[in-house]
């Protein structure tokens, strides 16, 4: 990102598009200036004489020309107390693109630059306003999908995973400067017992390993997690993937292999933003195109967070059935016993190894049987029996686990150094990666390339 602090920068803040409203952002120095010749106040009075925190009503306008290009109401938020610490400006005018675009091209011709993916983030990072995993909760927000989801990237925003990861770079700072006191100053601070040290750095890693145990959980709210409906041809996929959606979206015969490619719909099972794919039925077939859904069943099959494995109970088991079975070895899976309202004909016994220690589910989309359990079952399982997003810090983000992971790696070295007898200068080595491993999550010690990469991925006008 080649940006210079000391510009003002300016870009469209909302979607593009026709809308009712449309807002052209500036920060930095001049934001003030720069708006102070572009909008005439209905009040007559000038931008430069307006309190921090205010909306005035007006137009924007071209200075050169005079030619009024909106009706607009400007908002001002005076440094230090805007998003990015600066002063900002918003233009908030009529949601068209053609006027969004006129007042960003007035902006930029009279002293502002275009801000980069992320600036507006960035310079609320730099400027001290945000750490580095708020700033990547904004992005968060931005991309969630689901209430929980929404839930979990707002508590980051404020602050509960850089809090839980102070309160573990405290206590290593505690060791650590007891260790280097009594190096320091050998003759007044005695050197700590090598237990004592090593009791306090398990206890700053049993910190790490608690924040670490909602990852899969985190993870699963902040990405989604994919679920595919397998089943031997006509016990009912289709059936079930409408109901689950609560919508006629794949299509529903009773001719075998009509569903001949993958369906994928977005879904909220309590909280979760789950993908839905409809799959071929699996069976030998001569027909090309069906191989080629078949094909694509077993692909979705591997990739697949969760399988939802359907069983048509009101017929016997078939051949396809016992080879999905084979295929769901070491794959977490849920089975539905489809058509349960009929009369069963089903033997699950060749499938029997299969079942074990799998939760079953009677289903049957017509009657509306058993829809509510299955979905419970489906959440249960992807979050490892904790259906909803708590209000305890939730590590959602790869970037964190990773940093975690090193954090805890570090600290069990020093642990053994630490038993081990040798010098606790050694030991001091060990928490300083730790801490650098710490502060990776905050942004303290993270590298620029990587910052760059985090803005990166955000829209331009964020």
Partial sequence: MKE???????????????????????SGPEAVEIAGRLFRARSGRPVASFKTHTVHY????????????DEVLLSLFRAP??????????????G??????????LALQNGARVAEPGEFTRRA?????????QAEAVIDIIRARTDASLKVAVQQLGGTVSTEAQNIRNLIVRVLASIEASI?????VPEPAPGEVAYQIETAAGLAEKLLTGWQRGRIYREGALMAIVGRPNVGKSSLMNALLKENRAIVTSIPGTTRDIIEESLDIQGIPLRVVDTAGLRETSDPVESIGVERTREQLKAADLVLWVIDTSEPLAAEDTGIASMLEGRKA??????????????LAPVQNALTGRRAVKTAPPAGLGLDELEKTVADLLLAGEVSASDAALVSNVRHKNALERTLRSLEDARRTALSGLPLDLVSIDLQAALDSLGAITGETVAEDIIHRIFA???IGK
Avoid: W
């Fill in 4 to 26: 210079n602090l000391f510009d003002t920068i300016a870009a469209i803040a909302t979607p593009v598009g026709e809308g009712a409203v449309g807002i052209v952002r500036m």
């Fill in 58 to 69: 007006g137009a924007a306008f071209d200075p050169a020309s005079g030619e009024t290009a």
């Fill in 81 to 94: 107390k805007s998003y990015t610490c600066e002063d900002v400006v918003e233009l908030s005018c009529h």
């Fill in 96 to 105: 068209g693109i053609v006027p969004l675009r006129r007042i960003l091209n």
């Fill in 125 to 133: 990072f730099l400027n001290g306003r945000l750490d580095l995993s």
């Fill in 184 to 188: 320091d100053f050998p003759e007044d």
């Fill in 334 to 347: 849920v089975v539905a016993l489809n058509k349960s309202d009929l009369p069963c004909r089903c033997d």
């Fill in 457 to 459: 991925e955000f829209c």
